[in-house]
């Protein structure tokens, strides 16, 4: 029987692949510490729980297309507090943010048609492009320069007659960069100039340190009718299982193509909506602690980073990820090898290799994504675990080499 | 700003496009009886709620890409009931039977591709299709005939280089029909000969009245590497809300390349899963309360139906819908007309026009689908309020012929 070619030619998760290792690993009695996977452990506010538990109707009814409501107007009150004023009309609810960034493609891409994005990027932004039989153009950024965005002459050198949009998560998944004002007024006036869509994936909107100062596309009026803002409750909430994600678009056009896909997949579960409306009273005071907390495990992930020779990045500014360049030729055969060979007090851990954040042919080798989502101790452990791993692995292959040149 | 040619040329759905129609109404103080959508008052099994309720983790985390092992198991034992054995990893869990439907046709067809499906069928078969830039290549068949599939030279001549499947439901959304023993056994052997693929929608499974055998496409060995069978809680177990539904295949391939999906998506909600677990050990007790139900209801609508002059329809003998062929020339007219101008005792009766159900044009422009899905009491109503409006309607447009040939 022969399958598609728009799904054989998808790779696997990048960030699922060396699971099996992990799984061997444990299977030995090996701790393993899991930085490969953005599952934060901070507790989902219960007020979730809470609506989801006072739930009474006797028939678990579909939701209305566009999502519930109340849900729609708590997105479109929460938008208000970061100065974005949509109307009911203008948002709608997804399963997830992954759906809304399908729908999204899909809505403005016909096949052949291709995308920009700053690559590393999140790589379900593949997946979801090869599903609609559209390409990923990378821009590509580097560890060096923290991962921010190249001139406007090199980003305009990668459009051609079929690019439709830019695609960009900020703050960054994997990078942790948070763009500065003055790149997102570039890709604004890019956008404006070469009449793209912009897909702003910004569902770590919340999570931005050191008092750095965020912009939203959906704060630049100019360019309104060809922003769609993509968010989830995944992250900002720690509410990953709980599917909920939105699309949100001043353009009405682009909505009621949209409508069209939530309508042919009749709803997202009532439930999740219902628990979702309560996320969104969940008081700022939330965030400013969680904010707080993932600061201090950056630092030190980070710290303990910088100790170990060879390794290179700028400290991230957002989400919950570091993507760092190693000392290593492979990223990919030193997370099999920790997970392999290496222990330390029958204890490992597990970074993600960062090769499947790029489109472009060999780059990302050599680094790894590490998110920082453990709680203190357990981070500086791992960190500790990483350190020495490197540590080990470099002097290895190193003594591989000599025994080589000497043979 | 540009929207894809491929959303654009969508349909909008035909079940959701007169509701407004419906509001109105209501807001003028109408009663208005639903017989277009086919959302079930039958209560949700308990079990679902009690296990949701009972979720007693802090944090809300996502659920494996392929879906808890407890309910991938819950279905499997399902299935060997009816004598179909697939395991685990033949299995995957979707968000509902729409996600089960687009991720396979995904990955059995390239943009061009096309699938069979005999006509009138569920709507979004279509929508789902063109999504994936896909054409459904209707095989037509008949309100005079019971909706039965007409002759293999006649299903044979549909095909062509580039039909890539053939999916049906079984029994059917709109028309209530249930494929015969032999009809099941045409389309095996086309599919073999042709090399294609069977998608077979079979969420009514269950739904199955007058004693008659069912067979689903699972129960034939010769071709279980090509079977796709798509499944959802929706319908079974009055749950439509809990968006719970899966895909199984025997042939791994098929479900390695899905998985990729799967993956991209991250996961299906975790609390509905750990709810539908439950669901599926409802007792078979159910079932036979909730078919008895639903015969005793396809009877009063169907029998009320025949007593107006021109109806066309045989008795269908599946799931919970009719579709009627109505002595009118435009049921959408007729529709809106029972909407606005139509009331008895300040009620009336909301049916949905067929036509959007057929992929060919013109037919079906008569036709209504009606879903059987009020109480006993209310659907005799709803039935009497139907027969009464379009014995009116009738009179009313021959008194407007009369009245237009004598000007």
Sequence with gaps: MKYSKRLSSMQESPIRKLVPYAIDAKSRGTKVYHLNIGQPDIKTPKGF????????????????????????????????????????SQILITNGGSEALLFTIMAVCDPGDNILAPEPFYTNYNGFSQCANVTVKPITTKAEEGFHLPSKEEILSRIDPNTKAILLSNPGNPTGTVYTRAEIDMIAQIAKENDLWIIADEVYREFVYDGLEYTSFGNIEEIEDR??????????????????????????????????????????????????????????????????EYRKRRDVLYDELMKVDGVICKKPTGAFYIVAKLPVENAEEFVVWMLNEFSDENETVMPCPAEGFYATEGLGRDEVRLAYILNEKDLHRAAILLKEGLEKYVTLKKSEVLAGSEA
Tied chains: 1, 2.
Excluded: W
Aim: include cysteine.
């Design 49 to 88: 729980f809470d609506a989801v538990k006072n739930f009474d109707s006797e028939v678990l009814e579909y939701a209305v297309s566009p999502g519930i409501p109340e849900l729609i107007h708590a997105i479109r009150d929460y938008y208000t507090t970061y100065d974005m004023h949509f109307n009911d």
């Design 227 to 292: 922003v769609v803002i993509i968010d989830s409750v995944s992250k900002r909430y720690s509410a990953c299982g709980a599917r909920i994600g939105s699309i949100a678009c001043k353009n009405t056009g682009l909505i009621s193509q949209i409508l069209k896909l939530c309508q042919g997949r009749l709803c997202v579960a009532t439930l999740e909506q219902i628990g979702a409306v309560e996320l969104y009273k969940t008081p700022t005071s939330y965030f400013k602690e969680v904010n707080n």
